[in-house]
DNA sequence: TTGTAAGCGTTATCAG
DNA sequence: CTGATAACGCTTACAA
């Protein structure tokens, strides 16, 4: 591997002049960095990383802290992530770690020194406390932390105007016993979404019945089981809205083999909108989150930070989300709105101000 | 940030003793270990690694292009990935690029210095080929490179066995007009797919029909596009073989719109066997890839070699495939099968002398 | 506009 | 077993 000596003996400049080349610092003469590229291209030099962070002390590597807990959601974020590293010409770092404080600091104490910035997507709350004093003095940005008191960095999703939305909507339709499938308990957005779901119905005068709270965990299997308990309810439910979609899967599995039929025995609404939510029988009525887009958010808010490394301003931002109304929830029936242009993907209209918009997804005809 | 000075300052020793505290190199007495650690642990010292790579010319980092499709399945292989980096203390450095050669040259060119090992998911035949003098210089293993002439370290998929398999399955359900919606052109596991529906075919004596032979590029949308393609074949297929699942999906939805019964009027076998197929409508049956451990076992490949830095020797392995017979295929009635238990995910035998086994899911009474 | 030279924080090679 | 000291490949004052 060519050395930047190599290169300035073979153009016959010295080492300062083909360094500032490659860092168009400084006024080097067109002539010359062109001779220099020249030469440096045919040795196939590329200056070493590790030599040139070791005294700027940049790495142009961004971390990024994943909890264990995999899935569509997740990649997406990663993918937008990279988009936004690519752009930047930043590295991107993964790793992941049980959301547990310990296994966080570990995971942090590992990337320490390779990294400019981190991004830490920390679903649970004492995760969130664990990397707080870590972020008093590096740049940090948090996925949806949550409400904490800690001062960092963060963004968000609007988890509570848009199961809010999701529950409002179940309402206005003329439901009164809904029931919510919870996500793991101690996780920030399912908590979120629970706290969303029990305003809707405050709001609309509708009491809380904790029994109406199921558990689960976000994965389709414990949706599946709720779904189980879900019928042993009585008076049974006219509506439940899952904390995500993969649970609402689960459900919607579970109530054909019950032969309970969504949406006409029992409405369904999800939250996340998963590229198959739009496949499933009957279309799932749920929540859109753009989970590439925050990613996206997250690096553009975090790289200025990293650049100077200072810690990230404790400012917040939330992300809108959107009700996508298909026909599990019953507004639209399967009958007129099975057309193949009904499948595409609307992006919907993104309202900033009110945080949680509604689309409808293939159920005007004609609409195709 | 302390230094390897302060450390030996305030220990009253060497760098070179510090150095060799924190490399369990030579021998170094306990009590100066034990000294030197409760020093450096007190001024939060760890070792800078760009200066260690510096010297050492190892980053303990590997890294990880992929192609900017994203899915679950990509989503696994990197938790494998992830699993295997952090148990042998190896970090990883992702980043994604289109599958032609050229973006792919220059994200390995943004790569170079930083990382002792490459693992290339590269599912495009010219993306193989680009990579292939690198290779020769250094760690990189390739997954899912196809049968291509160039000498690598590789790690497949036994696309063909598990296709066959599939196919095999119809066949001996009585189906001989079966149709398959392939993979985008020029994918070499969608390849190698479609081979495997040729040569079951060919070895049942039913001859080749290209108009069999559906366009599709893996996404849930071309699956349903594929139907409508499909539902307009005379005589009209009773079996498809769909080369991954999310075109299945989409497959299912568009003949449940268009009133076609899935396996009653048309069976269905797809491949993958991601997290939902086994909540579908018919269940599907599928072929099932384990994502993750092609993860885990591409690293596992690779760091002998990355800890040495010398390119990998060209010896190719292929990760079994099972067949998982749930209810789109017709072998078992939705009425039997649909209990919980049956959806569990059972990991299946695996007979790693014949590639493809096959595993009943879901159907047979008291499997619970 | 270009060159010289002093580090950056380690590890590795020798002596002791 | 421990300590000097020379690299590693680069950036960046400071000089020319």
Redesign the pocket.
Known sequence: ?A???DVAREAG?????V??V??Q?????DA?AQHVRTVASRLDYW??SA??S???HRTHAIGVLLPDLYGEFFSEVIRGIDMAARREKYQVLVSSSRANAETIVAAVRALRGRIDGLIVMAPDADATAAIGDFAARFPVLLLNPGATAIEVGALSIANHEGAYAAVRHLIDLGHRRIAMVMGPSGNLDAGERNAGYRQARADAGIAHLPELELAGDFSESSGFQAAEALMRIRPRPTAVFAANDYMAIGLISALRDADVRVPQDLALVGFDDIAIAQYLSPMLTTVRVDACELGERAMQRLLPFARTRRPAEPHRETLPTTLIVRHSCGAQTPANGATVGSRHRPRGTRHLDDRTSAVRDGGAPGEV
């Open positions: 591997m050395t930047i000596r400049v010295s080492i300062a002049t360094s500032r490659f860092n610092t400084a006024l080097v003469t010359t200056p070493n030599a040139r070791l005294i700027t």
